[in-house]
Nanobody, 121 residues
Framework: QVQLVESGGGLVQPGGSLRLSCAAS????????MGWYRQAPGKQREFVAR???????SYTDSVRGRFTASRDNAKNTVYLQMNSLKPEDTAVYYC???????????????WGQGTQVTVSS
């Protein structure tokens, strides 16, 4: 099994910054794309950013230019640097990872438990 644990959420004022981390652990053979999603109260979970194993990142339009995804493959960790935060960024942020526990085995999507980000004055 693969476990994902997010950290770094909290309360921040509009215009502030936070850095989220998500560490993968367990019986990992290989990790592919890792991503970030968020879910605001009363809304569906939405895509925020993803980054491939070779470091290519993509973003949803609402965060492009403000958020930066990065990863440390040696630590099986993905990060989300969030700058110029807005109240509408308030949500529970989840990371996910495409990973396999066996060499040449099938990849599965794993999810973390989420971390709360609140942007408010």
């Amino acid at each position: 099994q693969v476990q994902l644990v997010e950290s770094g959420g909290g309360l921040v004022q509009p215009g502030g910054s936070l850095r989220l981390s998500c560490a993968a652990s367990g019986s990992i053979s290989s990790i592919g794309t890792m991503g970030w999603y968020r879910q605001a109260p009363g809304k569906q979970r939405e895509f925020v950013a993803r980054i491939t194993s070779d470091g290519s990142a993509s973003y949803t339009d609402s965060v492009r230019g403000r958020f930066t995804a990065s990863r440390d493959n040696a630590k099986n960790t993905v990060y989300l640097q969030m700058n110029s935060l807005k109240p509408e960024d308030t949500a529970v942020y989840y990371c996910n990872a495409l990973a396999t526990t066996q060499a040449m085995g099938p990849y599965r999507t794993y999810w973390g438990q989420g971390t709360q980000v609140t942007v408010s004055s």
